[in-house]
Nanobody
Framework: QVQLVESGGGLVQTGGSLRLSCVFS????????MGWFRQAPGSEREFVAV????????YYSYSVKGRYTISRDDAKNMVYLQMNSLKPEDTAVYYC?????????????????WGQGTQVTVSS
């Protein structure tokens, strides 16, 4: 069974940076597509950034493109989300997800496994 554990969330001021990490265990990480999603109170879970099995394909939501970078390290079974120039509207619980198809899917419905989430709060 795949397990995902996120870390790196916290409280940061507007304009600051955070790096989220997600460790994958239980299966062969290099086969999986990975994604970061977020959910703010009262809102649906939304796509943030995704990466395919090889790392050769990435997609970003319009709201984070140019500020966030997703990456993966297959040797460490890790996926990262570097977040720069943070804004108060980036405040949410951020979730790591994995899909066995290995694709850079943008819909949460296409993901098979989820982490428990990590809170990111950006103060104004």
């Amino acid at each position: 069974q795949v397990q995902l554990v996120e870390s790196g969330g916290g409280l940061v001021q507007t304009g600051g940076s955070l790096r989220l990490s997600c460790v994958f265990s239980g299966r062969t990480f290099s086969l999986y597509g990975m994604g970061w999603f977020r959910q703010a109170p009262g809102s649906e879970r939304e796509f943030v950034a995704v990466i395919n099995w090889s790392g050769g394909t990435t997609y970003y939501s319009y709201s984070v493109k140019g500020r966030y970078t997703i990456s993966r390290d297959d040797a460490k079974n890790m996926v990262y989300l570097q977040m720069n120039s943070l804004k108060p509207e980036d405040t949410a619980v951020y979730y790591c997800a994995a899909n066995l198809a290995g694709r850079a899917h943008m819909s949460p419905d296409d993901y098979d496994y989820w982490g428990q989430g990590t809170q990111v709060t950006v103060s104004s």
